[in-house]
Structure formats: structure tokens, C-alpha cells
């Protein structure tokens, strides 16, 4: 018998090299998240409506990123474009400008193809078939499995990472969840488990449960309704499942930014669609390896030179930031320069800008391109 009296029992699949539940101790389990899920759910703007637009929204801005960031972003964006019309309407750089300093800026650049395809072929309405969901820009099997289960009441798991935490620790599944056994296994349990009505709801649940409760690190089991149930808690391997992922190791490198000044204006230039912040305007910026101030000036002068066709004049450092991205650890310096003279490309070039300082407010830019521009006031 399991603790609080409650026995485990499970099926043995041919298909999955691991364990499944059997009828009962679904019935018990979603009993369970049910009750648990009635009294502990957080009150969220997203919760608040069935319209698949801002449950479409709010899924892809919690991709990666935590619940409390999410929510003012979540507000200002419904407010600026409350209707997937209004959205697809929108410029880029609108749309980019909302959603800077959230990160992972392609998820707003596919969510505004998105809109438009949604439009043009499916009439405004956020497709509920689960194929043409998934056709479009940005939506995964969990986004669009979460969309239809929660808007549309569809019977469809999801697995995204709270939910693959929880699923793991139920079935004390050890290896590495990410893998091709550990996806099959999973997703198996995510359909598992599900209810043949309400299934957004009970996705919800999961969700919530997986986050507040069964946490990374050291989960709470003793405010967990399902606890009695955990293979990995009856086998004292909650902390160690899932296994902890291999770190990458962090490359450091080092760039300059460049704030170039032009009659009261600086130069913003926007950053390739191969480049990281696609999409974005930022101040000229690349890698630099000179060491000693006459090797740095040259290399400041080819590099503005390389990117923009402009000749600059360098001038006094003015800033460091230090910040990650990715798989790399950035120092960024930060100089003043005095524009010289450019070149024809340069002066008709659709991705470069001169502004006035309080114009910059008006432009997508990356966090530290965010810092580095109130420097030109």
C-alpha cells in the first residue's frame, strides 16, 4: 500500500519501456487534481476567457518565460491589438515594440505571421482542428494541443515543462525526458490522464500543479493532493527525476556598440533576419578582439565602416554590460563616435536611421540596445 493508504497500481504497456496507469488510479488521480485545482488556481487574465485569441497569446508568451513577467505584457499587448484583426493590421515594429524585454523576440515575429495567415484563410478564427492549428508559424504540438483543449474543450494532451516535471515523478520515469523514449512515454501519459470532458481545464490543472507545487529542485510533497500516487516519491527519487540537464558550456565574447552622432541624431540600424533580434533596430554593434586604444580605434572604425558604409571618428567609452545570451557571455562596450562621411548605399539604406533621442522610444530594441539608447539624450 502506498502512503495515506491509496495503493499504486499500474499496467505493464508493450508499446513504452515504462509503466502506465491503469483506469484506477486515473480515477483517483484526476479526483485528485480536481478538487486540489478548485481551491489552489491563480485568478490569471487568461483564465478568464474561452476565446482562443488571448489563450493563443498568453501561450506563446509563457513559452520560457515565468507566469509574473508574463502578465503585464499580456495585458498591454490585448490592449494594444484585442482581436487576432487587429493584430494582423499591425506593423512589425509595433508589434516587436510591445513585446520588448520579453525575450525570444522570433515568438512574436511568427505569432504576427500568424495572425495574418489566420485571417486570410481561416476567416479570423483561430483554427480548432488540430493538423491546420499546427500548420501554422510558431504552434508546436504543445501550443496547439493547449489552444484547442482550452478554448475549444478539445480531448488533446499537452506536455510542456511543468507537466513533463509531474509526469516524470509519477512514473519515477528516470531517464532523460527530452529523448525519443522519454517523448513517447510522456505524451502517452499526458493523453493517459485526461478526462473526457473539461480536458482545458484539467490541462490547466496540470499545468498549475506541475508549477506551483511539483517545482524543479525540491518539489512539495506534502502540499501535493497527488503525493500518495507518486512512484518517484514511494521510491525517494523525487529530487533526483528528471535528471538535471548537461550545461552547456558558455563561449565569451566580446563586442562594441557604437553611438554615432549626427546633428542631434543618432544612428539605429536594424538587425538581419539571420541575426540575433531579428527584426529589432539597434545601434551599430559587432565583435571585437583589439587589445591597446590605437588597435581598438581601428577596429571601431573598419567595424562601423563593414556595417553601415560610414566613416566615424571614435570617441570616449561611455558604458559595459555584461549579459547572456543563448549559449554566450557577452561583454559589450559601449563608445561615442563623431560621424565623418558615408557612402551612397549608406545614405539610402531602408535599415538604417538617424534619430532624434526622443524618437528612439518609438523603435524595437533589445534590452541592452534599451540601455544603451538613453545614453543619447
Known sequence: MAAGGIELTLRTSQTFPHDLPDASWRRRFRRRVRGWYAEHARDLPWRRTRD???????????QQTQVATVEAYFERFLQAFPTIESLARAEEPAVLRLWEGLGYYRRARQLHRAAKIVVAGHGGRFPDDLDAARKLPGIGRYTAGAVLSIAFDRRVPILEANTTRLFSRLLAYGGQPSSAEGQRLLWAMAEA????????????????????????????CDACPVAPLCRARLQGRQTQIPPPKAKRALEAIHEAAVLIRRRGRVLLVQCPENGRWAGLWDLPRFAVEAEGPAALRRELIEGVRELTGITVEPGR????????????????DCYEARYISDSRTAADSPVMKWLRPAELAEYPLSTTGRQLSRLAT
Open 52 to 62: 482562443p485569441y488571448p489563450i493563443w497569446v498568453s501561450e506563446i508568451m509563457l
Open 193 to 220: 490522464v485526461l478526462p473526457r470532458r473539461e480536458a482545458g481545464r484539467f490541462n490547466q490543472a496540470l499545468m498549475e500543479l506541475g508549477g506551483m507545487v511539483c517545482g524543479s529542485g525540491a518539489p512539495r
Open 317 to 332: 567609452h561611455v558604458k559595459t554590460i555584461k549579459h547572456g545570451v543563448t549559449r554566450f557571455r557577452i561583454t559589450l
